[in-house]
Structures are given as C-alpha cells and as structure tokens.
C-alpha cells in the first residue's frame, strides 16, 4: 500500500498498471523525459500562481513581466533535451501558443483580485472518510467568490475539451472537493471549474452530497485493486497513446521487443529468446491465429447453411465423400441464465429460496470474488472465514493485433 494516493497515481494505475507499478510500488529510477507539451502546462501553471498570488495583494501583474518570467521557464531547460510527440510542432510552436494562452488570460482576467484568492498551488493531504488510505491533492487555485460559491479551479493547456459528464472530470474535480471538504467543512457551495487555455473556455459544474459518496466509494475500490494487485504481483502492461510520454519504455514488457529488434537493447538469450526467435514465434503465432480465424468464420456460415438446410428437408444426416455430418434438431425448456437475463435470474433465485430449493442453483463464486472479497466489501470477519478457500493460479490471454491491412494480408 502506497503512503499516499492521488488523482495521477490512480490514473496511472487505471491507464497503465505496469507503469504504476514501475513508478509507486518498484520506484524503478529513470530518466524523466521531458515532454514539450507536459513542459508548456508547467511553465503555464507557475506564471498563473504568480499573476494571482500578487493580484490578491492587490498588485497588478504587467503583461510585459508576465511573458518575461515565461520564456524565463522555457530558457531553464536547453531545448535540444525536449521531446516533442506531435509530428507537426516545434518547440517555438509550444512557447507561442503557451504564450497566447496567457495573453488571453491576462486580458480577460487582469488585475486578477475578483474575490477572495483560498490558495494557489495549495497542497492537501487527507484521509478518505472512513478508511484508513491517506490521500494528497494538488489545487491550482482556490477562491471564494463575490456571491459567497467557492470554487476549485484546475487549468488545463492541452486541446481537448472536457465536459462535467466526462469520467475523467469528474474523477479528478470530485476528489479535490473531497479534499477541500475534509479540510474546511465550513465550504458548503462549492463549483468545480476547468479553465480550458487554449480554448479560453470555463467548464464548470456542481456535485451532489450523493455524487460526492459515490465517488468516495469508487476511490477506495480503485485503492483497493491497486493492493490486491500488488499482492498478486499483477501489472499488466496496457498499451495507449500515453505509451508516448512514458519513461519506462525500455523496460516495459509490451516495448522491449520491438526495442532488441530495432537494437536499442541487447540480452545475451538462448536462440529461441533472441530477438529474432521471438519474432519467428509471434510470427507463427500471428500465422496461425489468422488461419483459425478464417476457417472459423467459414465453418460458421457452413454450420448455419447445414442446419438450414436440415431445417428445410428435414434430413438429419448429410452425406459427404469422405464422411457424413450428423444434424440434430430440437426444442427444450431451460430456466434463463444470469448471463442471459440478469434481473429475471434474480427474481428465479428469489422464487426458489423461498421454495427452499437452494441448493440448486450454484455459488457464482467469481462474482463474490470479483465484487465482494477482492474490493473489500465483506465484514472483516466474514472475509477471515473465506480466505482458507482462496487458492491462486495463473491467469493468461494471448491477443493478437495485426500492424498490416487484412487485404494484404489475404494476398
């Protein structure tokens, strides 16, 4: 268990198990890439904290020192160390439209004294209500309004767009509520804002007492997956388009491969764990998969042209040169399953306990695992008496993705 969570730990767990394990529970050290876009919402951020800080105290933040402190961000870090992800941009395309962005602000905003600046940069730590799991937030600002509403304030530089019904939003802005609750009970109106920079949009929205319990109740489940899975030992590799920004790719499981073949990285392995018997394998693999799944789709329309036709002619027997195919058609009457149904199989389990017929209907207990045990839900006592029936076993799957079109690879 970490000594603290927080809204980016979770999120990594959520994005990248592996990658959450590297960085908070093998602490694995690196060199941190720095990324021209992750750069431009730092530098951002601290000529922000500093036009509000001062604008509290009732002195205005010219423009011309503005934009000085923030190409003064930019010249701590010699460029040639950024590395941008967008095809298109170069860093001076990063420091013009971190520019503008704060220009608009500066316009719209200035002399940044409308009503009570809380805090800026604000660190919190807190326990979740209720558990004993210790969480930290980072506020970029805090304030209280002139009509009495305190509002959390996050800015966002990247393009996209959020809205309040976003997961992700909520996710985030729910938690520094809770914070800033557990901290001063005394805020009872409180608005959650995203100021969106480069789109000089403002995305606010208000949660309910009961949003507020169920997000607390999502919080220590995802707490609580992170500790079964550190038990386990399982951190699986998830890949994304985040994989861009990760710093662990030369040791990540999902892109060490393609690392030895492109030689990035070397291992002194027998023949068959070389870099290129590992590519004959996924290769035979691919190869393989790929014909299962062709003679698959042909053996299913070929099974539903038989029993059509076995429909049809009534025949329940088809001879072939080399064989026969047996058809064989009927009708039966069967209770409906959980899968098919959930709320009926519900209603049929309730009916037969009240018939006394338990005994007939069998512990799922995957669900009491995946629903109850493994998140915590059970009584502690109840939980002692059903770990002596716990057992672990290994867990695979093998997917395949293939990187070229499937025409071409019907050629």
């Not at 995957?366 to 839900?377: C, E, I, T």
Request: with cysteine; net charge negative.
């Amino acid at each position: 268990m970490l000594s603290a969570y927080s809204y980016s730990s979770l999120d990594s767990y959520r994005n990248c198990p592996r990658k959450f394990s590297f960085r908070y529970i093998e602490r694995v050290p690196t060199v941190k890439t720095v990324t021209a876009d992750t750069y431009l919402g730092n530098a951002v951020h601290r000529v922000l904290q500093k036009m509000y800080t001062l604008g509290a105290d009732g002195i205005l933040f010219p423009k011309e020192d503005m934009l000085k402190l923030y190409h003064g961000e930019w010249a701590k870090i010699d460029h040639k160390l950024f590395k941008v992800i967008s095809e298109f941009y170069t860093i001076d395309d990063y420091i013009r439209i971190g520019e503008e962005m704060l220009i608009r602000h500066h316009e719209r905003h200035a002399p940044f004294d409308q009503g009570t600046l809380l805090g800026a940069e604000m660190h919190i730590s807190f326990h979740l209500l209720g558990t004993p799991f210790k969480f930290r937030c980072y506020i970029d600002r805090l304030w209280r309004r002139d009509d009495g509403v305190v509002e959390i304030c996050d800015y966002k530089t990247g393009q996209n767009l959020a809205q309040p019904s976003d997961p992700r939003f909520r996710y985030q802005m729910g938690l520094y509520q809770l914070a800033v609750q557990s901290q001063y009970p005394q805020y009872e109106q409180i608005d959650l804002a995203q100021y969106f920079l480069r789109k000089d949009e403002i995305v606010r929205t208000r949660l309910e007492p009961g949003d507020l319990e169920q997000l607390a109740e999502e919080y220590r489940l995802a707490v609580a997956e992170t500790i079964e899975a550190t038990r386990l030992e399982s951190f699986p590799a998830k890949e994304g388009p985040l994989c861009n920004y990760c710093d662990f790719q030369e040791i990540c499981p999902a892109k060490r491969h393609r690392a030895m073949l492109d030689g990035e990285t070397d291992v002194g392995e027998p023949e068959n764990l070389s870099p290129e018997g590992l590519k004959r394998l996924a290769e035979a693999y691919i190869a393989a998969h790929y014909e299962a799944a062709v003679s698959k789709k042909k053996l299913d329309g070929l099974k539903a042209d038989l029993l059509d036709a076995a429909r049809q002619t009534g025949l329940s027997r088809l001879d072939g040169e080399t064989g026969y195919v047996g058809v064989k058609l009927g009708r039966e009457r069967k209770f409906v399953t959980k899968t098919e149904d959930a709320a009926k199989f519900a209603e049929l389990t309730s009916e037969a306990r009240q018939m006394g017929l338990d005994d007939y209907f069998n512990l799922d207990g995957r669900a009491v695992m995946k629903d109850l045990f493994s998140k915590g839900r059970l009584p502690e006592d109840q939980a002692k008496r059903l770990e002596p029936f716990v057992v672990e076993k290994e867990t695979s799957r093998v997917s395949v993705k293939l990187t070229i079109e499937e025409n071409e690879k019907e050629k």
